[in-house]
């Protein structure tokens, strides 16, 4: 009877999911800023892999700004950009805590 009971609740549970999941989900700046980073069905993304895309836009408060940094900054020097790695990029434009040094 315990069993029939905790699958009932979890029927319940995923009926609710499904009815969840046909909502549309609005995007924040981090998700926004990912699926410009690594890109989505919509768009191809800069080429970052989904580790640095997700490193780059975790905790995204502007995410044009985080995406216009991280163009210039990985373009080449001679299309007017810094021409670092991608790792260091994603250093350079990650919106974060970090301190700055001075």
């Not at 905790?6 to 926004?32: G, H, R, W």
């Not at 989505?40 to 080429?47: E, I, P, Q």
């Not at 900054?73 to 990650?94: E, R």
């Amino acid at each position: 009877m315990k069993s029939m009971s905790n699958f009932l609740v979890f029927t319940l549970f995923c009926l609710s999911c499904n009815s969840i999941a046909e909502e549309n989900i609005p995007d924040t700046e981090p998700t926004k800023c990912y699926q410009m980073a690594f890109g989505s069905k919509v768009n191809r993304g800069l080429g970052f892999t989904a580790g640095q895309a997700v490193e780059l836009c975790s905790g995204a408060t502007d995410a044009k700004r985080v995406i216009l940094c991280a163009v210039k900054a990985w373009s080449h020097p001679d299309n007017d950009g810094l021409g670092l790695t991608a790792g260091l990029t994603v250093t350079l434009c990650k919106d974060g805590t970090r301190s700055n040094i001075h």
